[in-house]
């Protein structure tokens, strides 16, 4: 995701109006932000509609929890498109020709499934001699899995099988070819801080993905849910923050912080 203050205002949001609802001991459910969200992921500019939810049930023991909800639809379209690309960048002049169909894409069993049907050719070319050794049409599947390493969202490559390329996979070994080269792109994304972990301010102060799920919802609508979880110190986000809402004083936080240490002790 890219790193910017909308996270960490929507947690500060969280931290006040939890902070509140547990001195008045009442339960809330509410929305701390609904907007959509500019990446580039893969080379591509994709907007992103975000939702950040929390209630009184985000603050359990010494954790404090948030969900975040990414509407990812626009993104699963790249992830056939990139895989595409990646077959057809094997076309190697004369003697290796490739081709490839439009990429279905789909979500299911909370992970994104591609499939590719591919043309392969290898021809013997010399001086203005041309000649087909082998043709073979197939198709690549591959499955795309989040999860959660050391706190970061990543995308993991949970499975990828070339069918029906036995001869020219066995000659060329495209099939290991494209498994690397296409790992190498989910890393990229991995290996990005601003796509996959949380601003440097969030993860300074103890918070981190806990949590990833994709699944589809209503309207052929696919979604990542994502939790962030970090210590049950909510005071510590409104340090130098605006809040409009409730204001709170730095000189006031010890006294705030032992009112709700009290009530969560009865």
């Known amino acids: 995701m890219k790193k910017s203050p909308l996270l960490l205002m929507s947690l500060r949001a969280a931290a006040s109006m939890l902070l509140f609802s547990t001195l008045a001991s009442t339960t809330l459910a509410f929305e701390l932000l609904n907007r959509d969200m500019d990446v580039n992921i893969f080379k591509e500019d994709v907007s992103l509609p975000l939702m950040v939810t929390a209630s009184e049930s985000a603050v359990s023991g010494d954790v404090f929890h948030i969900q975040g909800e990414v509407n990812v639809t626009k993104i699963i379209p790249v992830m056939g498109r990139q895989i595409k690309a990646l077959i057809l960048a094997q076309n190697d002049g004369c003697k290796f020709r490739v081709s490839s169909s439009e990429p279905e894409v789909e979500v299911s069993d909370a992970a994104i499934h591609i499939r590719v049907t591919s043309g392969a050719e290898i021809w013997l070319c010399t001086g203005f001699s041309k000649t087909k050794v082998v043709q073979e049409t197939g198709t690549i599947v591959a499955a795309i899995t989040p999860g959660i390493r050391n706190g970061a ?114």
Request: hydrophobic fraction near 35%.
């Open 153 to 266: 969202l990543v995308l993991n490559l949970s499975s990828f099988e070339v069918h029906d390329l036995s001869k020219i996979s066995g000659m060329l070994g495209i099939e290991k070819q494209l498994k690397n080269r296409f790992k190498g792109l989910l890393n990229s994304f991995n290996e990005d801080q601003k796509l996959s972990q949380l601003p440097d301010v969030l993860v300074e102060n103890g918070f981190v993905y806990s949590s990833a799920t994709l699944e589809n919802t209503y309207r052929d609508r696919q979604t990542l849910s994502l939790e962030i979880q970090g210590p049950n110190d909510a005071l510590t986000l409104l340090k130098g923050s605006s809040c409009t809402d409730h204001q709170i004083e730095r000189g006031s936080v010890p006294s705030l912080m032992s009112l709700v240490e009290t009530h969560q002790a009865t």
